[in-house]
């Protein structure tokens, strides 16, 4: 018979204590509730509040927590490595004590894993008043190889590793390190993973911010621009012994030159004091030297390149730092149709005394990213620009101001503030409908084309109703858009709808010039019938209800099919004055009935 040792263990999960009393009982809570086979293995690192205490009571209440004890090492790489020592199952994923799990994390990551032969699995990070990294939890990945995708931005330990990958090839905490030893880990073990995969669409890790500032990282010093550049040298190269010359590496160097190197030029440029920010700077232009190849180069933002050409320049590194800092100034002064373009006026300036500042506009698609410049007048901080509408293709349009100076190009979204009476203007019919709109989000000014998400309001009012043989109806009506746009020729279909069973009759609509349109449809099956015009006005078809305003339009035909008689007749909803027609089949007995009672 199997004993609880004897039994497979899916995941080793390691948690190193240092004083973390406070935040235990969710910690572990979080993990308990992990519905796969497993075992805690907690280390606890010399701990004085009350942490060792509590961690034997749980210990000795789940048997499935272990707890190891050793005097305070100082980082969280000995007590992890001495954890991974005793692991025996097929995976171990690191999770802090001041952080926790979501439900099912471990489940889905672990099913992730074994449907794909993971090596390597990220799990969602959600920050709690801590920053994560987002670009590579835009979807689920069964395979995402580290030169197609974002997975290497992300350098926490916080995933599920495959046990046998990590002991084959020796991957262990660098213990001489109290900050930076997790990017050393990972690194090294996707260096060797063969499959990485990710769970994007469950929110799998919680990193939280200690409110009591203890934890290593919110250390004063803990992020120091010198250590943290020296430290870095571990983790590249170790990454350039592995990986060979080449766009992958070229891709992963983009990685610790924007976030780990070039951004110690940004505020901890500016805090730094002038010897301090001499030798970051004498750092960064040593490490450009020895690892920025030409294809690392063009992978980075033109702000950082910016920094490789002036790596020698301290004061203008100062400039390009403080012009990244300036808080940006904006406003909506105007925006309004001028013919087929939209007029824009505002004001934009950076914060401080800044010489030769130049604004313009961008528009950028939000789903594509495509973007178009927008050319503008300006004088000082006031600017005028014309939005060229005619020419966007179909899409959502976020506008942008932008402000280049010393070479920096900042750019912020615009409309969130603006003078009083500001207000977006209607809907103006183009080659497609065009809206523009603030967002209910912060308000920021947008341009729909196509209406994909902003709604189009419209009118489409019947005029003329006719019958003609068994049930054959023929409409005639007028149709506008936005502020009395008139839209007929953009009318493909009129679409009878049964109220109860839902079905559905769609026929042909007819332009009759820009204005009116006509559409004709058998109604020769019972039930109450609603009328809608579909649209085409460049983006998703859009319907609007059929009204009827004229309140002598009610009409009434009859008909025979075989012994059965039908009648149908047409009527305003008393909400909204919705076209409708109801239709009603008689059999022989109901119909003579009907006779009888008409003639009493």
């Not at 528009?363 to 178009?372: G, I, K, N, P």
Request: hydrophobic fraction near 40%.
């Amino acid at each position: 018979m199997k004993t609880e040792s004897d039994r497979r263990v899916d995941v080793s999960i390691v948690v190193p204590v240092h004083n973390c009393r406070p935040y235990l009982d969710r910690c572990l809570t979080s993990l308990l509730a992990q519905a796969v086979s497993k075992e805690i293995i907690v280390v606890d690192d010399g701990s004085t509040d009350g942490s060792r205490e509590l961690l034997a009571e749980y210990a000795a209440k789940f048997a499935e927590i272990r707890v190891l004890y050793q005097s305070a090492s100082g980082g969280a790489g000995r007590p992890r490595n001495r954890a991974l020592a005793h692991a025996t199952g097929r995976y171990v994923f690191f999770c802090d004590a001041d952080d926790h799990l979501g439900p099912e994390a471990l489940w889905r990551m672990l099913a992730m894993a074994e449907r794909n032969g993971s090596d390597i699995v990220l799990g969602k990070m959600v920050g709690h008043g801590r920053k994560v990294p987002t670009s590579m939890f835009r979807e689920n990945r069964d395979n995402a190889p580290l030169g197609e995708t974002t997975v290497y931005n992300a350098l926490t330990c916080f995933k599920l590793f495959r046990r046998e990958m990590l002991t084959r090839h020796h991957i262990v905490f660098d213990e001489s390190l109290r900050v930076g030893e997790d990017m050393v880990f990972s690194v090294h073990a996707y260096c060797h993973a063969r499959t990485i995969s990710v769970v994007a669409d469950h929110d799998c890790y919680h990193l939280v911010s200690r409110p009591d500032g203890t934890s290593v990282m919110q250390e004063p010093g803990s992020r120091h621009p010198l250590s943290w550049l020296r430290m870095v040298h571990t983790p590249i190269e170790l990454m350039t012994r592995h990986v060979p010359p080449g766009p992958l590496r070229d891709h992963l160097l983009r990685r610790h030159f924007r976030f780990d190197i070039l951004a110690q030029l940004g505020a901890p440029f500016l805090a730094a004091d002038p010897p301090t920010r001499r030798a970051i700077a004498r750092e960064v232009a040593a490490m450009c030297q020895a690892w920025l190849t030409e294809g690392t180069l063009d992978l980075l933002r033109p702000v950082d390149r910016l920094r490789v050409a002036c790596a020698g320049d301290v004061d203008r590194l100062v400039r390009i730092a403080q012009v990244e800092a300036a808080g940006l100034r904006r406003r909506l002064t105007g925006v309004e149709w001028a013919g087929d373009r939209l007029e824009v006026t505002g004001t934009a300036s950076l914060a401080g005394a800044w010489n030769g500042v130049t604004v313009g506009l961008l528009l950028r698609e939000r789903f594509t990213t495509a973007e178009r410049r927008v050319p503008v007048t300006s004088v000082a901080d006031v600017f005028a620009g014309t939005l060229r509408v005619s020419r966007l293709p179909p899409g959502v349009w976020d506008v942008y101001v932008v402000l280049a100076c010393e070479g920096v190009r900042r750019v912020a979204r615009f409309g969130a503030d603006r003078a009083p009476g500001v207000e977006a203007p209607g809907p103006r019919l183009l080659s497609a409908v065009a809206v523009p709109y603030f967002t209910r989000a912060h308000g920021n000014l947008s341009i729909d084309i196509g209406g994909r998400l902003a709604p189009v309001p419209g009118t489409v009012r019947v005029t003329r109703a006719s019958w003609g043989a068994k049930g054959l109806l023929t409409i005639e009506g007028t149709v506008t858009v936005g502020p009395g746009c008139p839209a007929a020729r953009r009318a493909r279909l009129l679409i009878w709808r049964e109220r109860t069973s839902g079905h559905e009759r769609r026929v042909p609509a007819t332009c009759l010039g820009d204005t009116r349109f006509t559409a004709a449809a058998p109604l020769d099956a019972p039930g109450t019938w609603e009328a809608t015009l579909e649209l085409n006005l460049g983006g998703p078809p859009v319907r609007y209800p059929v009204q009827v305003t004229d309140t002598t339009l009610t009409t009434t035909t009859t008909w025979w099919r075989g012994p059965h008689r039908w009648t149908a007749s047409t009527r305003a909803s008393k909400i909204r004055r919705k076209l409708i027609v109801a239709v009603l089949s008689r059999g022989p007995r109901s119909v003579v009935r009907n006779s009888i009672r008409l003639v009493r």
